[in-house]
């Protein structure tokens, strides 16, 4: 494991997180960091990301206009403010880093094109 997530937990819909997300051991300079999610049974799908080189911010539809993604280049960490959570945000939170410095926008989206994780942090939103 090269990075390190944290700050899921349980919190009530429209209530706020926030996810951080820093390197475990060995720092790497990443191309772009960023956050997926899982929930039970389905596929990963992409959250937000941050690229390096432009610092170009990516949301999926799902979460624009509730989430933002920042990063601390000298810390190597990214965070993911959540708010006004809803329970269909339920899910186990990955934070991901690219090594390719020069990531294009069409590859942000993709899984494939991260080459370090976190394990990953749960969110639940319940009432």
């Known amino acids: 494991v090269q990075l390190q997530a944290s700050g899921g937990g349980l919190v009530q819909p429209g209530g706020s997180l926030r996810l951080s997300c820093q390197p475990s051991?060995?720092?790497?300079?990443?191309?772009?960091m960023g956050w997926f999610r899982q929930e039970p049974g389905k596929e990963r799908e992409f959250v937000s990301a941050v690229r390096r080189r432009d610092s170009a911010k990516y949301y999926g539809d799902a979460v624009k206009g509730r989430f933002t993604i920042s990063r601390d280049s000298a810390k190597n960490t990214v965070y993911l403010q959540m708010n006004s959570l809803k329970p269909e945000d339920t899910a186990v939170y990955y934070c991901a880093a690219s090594l390719s410095q020069g990531i294009i926008t069409s590859s942000i989206w993709t899984e494939n094109s991260y080459d370090h994780w976190g394990q990953g942090t749960q969110v639940t939103v319940s009432s």
């Open positions: 051991g060995r720092t790497f300079s990443y191309g772009a």
